[in-house]
C-alpha cells in the first residue's frame, strides 16, 4: 500500500519544441504551460510506479496548477512531486516547478491506480477494437 511522503524529482533544458510557440498554446518562445503540466504529470507518475503491483498504474484524473512565471529557451526547469494524500486507489501530489530564477508553476495533481491491462481493454472497446 502506498503512502504520503514519496517524492519525485525531473529535470529538462527547455528547447525550441517545448515552447509556447511550438505546441500552439501562445505565440513567444517561452516554456509552453502544456509541457510543465507534462513534466509534473510524469514526475507525479515515475515517483509511485516501482510501489505499485505488477500490471498495475496510475492515470491523471484532475489538475489545479498555475504557471507563474516563464522561463526561456536554454534554462533548465526542474520538477519536484510529493504524494501528499492516499483515499484508496486515489493519489494527490503537490507540484512544483522552478528555473534557474526560482518558482514557475505549483498546484494539485490528481492521479488514479489502474490495472493497466483492464484499463487498456475498456478504453479499446470504445473503438469497436
Known sequence: MLETGIKGHKE???T????AKAMGSGALDVFATPCM???????AFESVQA??????GTVGTALNVKHVAATPVGMKVTCDT???KV????LTFLVKAYDAC???GEGEHERFII????????TDAKNGQ
Open 12 to 14: 529538462l533544458m527547455v
Open 16 to 19: 525550441p519544441d517545448k515552447t
Open 37 to 43: 503540466i507534462a513534466l509534473m504529470e510524469n514526475t
Open 51 to 56: 510501489e505499485l503491483e505488477e500490471g498495475c
Open 82 to 84: 510529493e504524494l501528499i
Open 87 to 90: 483515499d484508496g486507489r486515489a
Open 102 to 104: 526560482g518558482l514557475i
Open 115 to 122: 490495472s493497466e491491462e483492464k484499463f487498456q481493454a475498456k
